[in-house]
């Protein structure tokens, strides 16, 4: 019932700024118990997790990516925002938003992921 979808540019210069918007539906993001995730996988390489999005509004990032990433939200669209600074072509990867639920009431797991969008990072 949940869906996820990713939306934002494809490319995006170097030294810019990538920003993405996943967009929910089927589920508040507000709701207790839940997570909400960007991840990214680069052409050829395994899946690196940048940042969580609490139910509360707090946020937390991989280290790695901490100075450069941002998630905010809009609950009144229940979508939320990653915000990537400073961008090479090592950032080019297929970005993807999650769901975790953590909790009675939840599946205590991953269950619900967008389709992914690729970004490229080029001039």
């Known amino acids: 019932q949940v869906q996820l979808q990713e939306s934002g540019p494809g490319l995006v210069k170097p030294s810019q700024t990538l920003s993405l918007t996943c967009t929910v539906s089927?589920?508040?993001?507000?709701?207790?118990?839940?997570?909400w995730f960007w991840i990214r996988q680069p052409p050829g390489k395994g899946l690196e997790w940048i940042g969580v999005?609490?139910?509360?509004?707090?946020?937390y990032y991989n280290p790695s990516l901490k100075s450069r990433a941002s998630i905010s939200r809009d609950t009144s669209k229940n979508q939320f925002t990653l915000q990537l600074s400073s961008v090479t072509p090592e950032d080019t990867a297929v970005y993807y938003c999650?769901?975790?639920?953590?909790?009675?009431?939840?599946?205590?797991?991953?269950?619900?992921w967008g389709k992914g969008t690729l970004v490229t990072v080029s001039s």
């Open positions: 089927g589920g508040s993001i507000t709701t207790t118990d839940y997570y």
């Open positions: 999005l609490y139910y509360s509004g707090t946020t």
């Open positions: 999650a769901r975790l639920g953590m909790g009675p009431g939840t599946n205590n797991g991953m269950d619900y």
